[in-house]
C-alpha cells in the first residue's frame, strides 16, 4: 500500500503530513520509527496525521507522533505546517480553522504572507498538570541531574515541558543534560528540556531537547514554555522573539488565563509516496 505524504518544515523542525482523511492510514510505533529513520525511511522529528474531526463544531482533528513512535499531545511548529498542509491540499478554503488535539483545541490562522499565527491555548501551570512532582507550586524547581542541580520552571503547553535558565546557549550542556532530563522520575510522562539564554526583556535564543526526538533546529511549543516561564520569573516582557537554531518565532502571552499566540512560518519542502 502507498503512503502519500508531504515533508514540511517550521524553521527546521521537520516534520512529514499525512492526509488521513483521503486515504487510510494504519501507523504502528514500529512503522513510524522505521518511516522517521533518516537513513531507512523519510525522516522527521514528528509525524503529523490529518482527520476528520470528532466534534463537527471543529474542522480537523490532529494527531502528534514522535519519531520514536510515541503519540503526544501537542506541537507548535507542526500546527503552523498543519494549517498550511490542508490549505496547500485544499481540505479547507478557511483562513481562521478549528484543530482539536489530544488537549484541547487549537486556532491557527494563515496571513498569506508566509507568516501563521496560532493560538496555543492557555499554559498550565500547576506542577500536577504537567505533570511533575513537586513539593509545591513554586516558580523554579531544583532538580538534581547526576552530580548537578539545575532550577527548572515546569509548564504544560498540553505537553510537558521543563525549562531552565544558562549564560551562554551554544555552550549549554543540552545534549549531556537534554536526556536526563527528559527522563527525570519527578516528570511521569517524562518532558521536553528548554534551555534558555535571556537577551533582554525582549528577546531570547533557546535550545529544546525534545521528548522522544532529541535537540531539533527549532520547537513550536518549547518556545511558548520558555516565554512563559521567564513571564513568570519576571525576566520577560509580555511579547518576545524567540531565536531558534532554526530561525525565529514571535510569541505573545498576556499572564496567567490568557492563551500563548505563537507566530512564524510553515515551509513545505516535497510531497511524495512511500510503500508502506
Ligand atoms: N516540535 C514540537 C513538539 C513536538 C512534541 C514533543 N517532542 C513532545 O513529546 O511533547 C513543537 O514544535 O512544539
Redesign the pocket.
Known sequence: MKLKFSKMH?LG?DFVVVDGIRQTVGLTPERLRQLGDRHLGIGF??LLLVEAPHDGTNDFRYR?F?NDG?E???????ARCFVKFVTEQKLTNKRAIRVETAKGVIVPEYHGNGQITVDMGVPRLKSLEVPFIADGDAITHPLAIGDDSIDVTVVSMG??HAVCVVNNVDSAPVAQQGPLVESHPRFPEKV?AGFMQIVNRGEIRLRVY????GE?L?????ACAAVVAGIQRGQLDSRVLVHTRGGDLSIEWGGPGHPVKMTGPAVTVFTGEIEI
Do not use: F, K, L, M
Open positions: 517550521g523542525n522529528d514528528q502528534i514522535n510515541s503526544v499531545e501537542q506541537c507548535g511548529n507542526g505537553n510537558p521536553n525534545e521528548r522522544g526526538a531539533t527549532a520547537c513550536g511549543t518549547g
